[in-house]
């Protein structure tokens, strides 16, 4: 016996399967993100502090290492670009 419909008169066995998403940052910093080019040695640190805040569901105090370790990156950066 099927399912009955569900309100828009679909029955369960004619949806689609789900799509799994994909993985985090798997194009992020190959072609849609320039930003995250430009960060250039930084880049994987930053990643690291966006894969860490959506596991966290974005709770920033539990990413402090992450975003301290970005911080100092891009200060090192800063200095060498000052110099």
Same mark, same amino acid.
């Given at each position: 016996?099927? $399912?009955?419909?569900? $309100?828009?008169?679909?029955?369960?066995?004619?949806?689609? $399967? $789900?799509?799994?998403?994909?993985?985090?940052?798997?194009?992020?910093?190959?072609?849609?993100?320039?930003?995250?080019?430009?960060?250039?040695?930084?880049?994987?640190?930053?990643?690291?502090?966006?894969?860490?805040?959506?596991?966290?569901?974005?709770?920033?105090?539990?990413?402090?290492?992450?975003?301290?370790?970005?911080?100092?990156?891009?200060?090192?950066?800063?200095?060498?670009?000052?110099?």
């Amino acid at each position: 016996m099927d $399912p009955p419909p569900n $309100p828009n008169g679909i029955h369960q066995s004619q949806l689609p $399967p $789900p799509q799994q998403p994909p993985p985090l940052h798997q194009s992020d910093a190959d072609e849609e993100d320039e930003n995250v080019k430009q960060l250039n040695e930084c880049s994987s640190l930053y990643l690291s502090l966006q894969d860490c805040l959506v596991t966290t569901n974005r709770n920033w105090k539990s990413c402090q290492k992450e975003v301290q370790a970005l911080k100092a990156c891009n200060d090192r950066r800063n200095n060498r670009k000052g110099n």
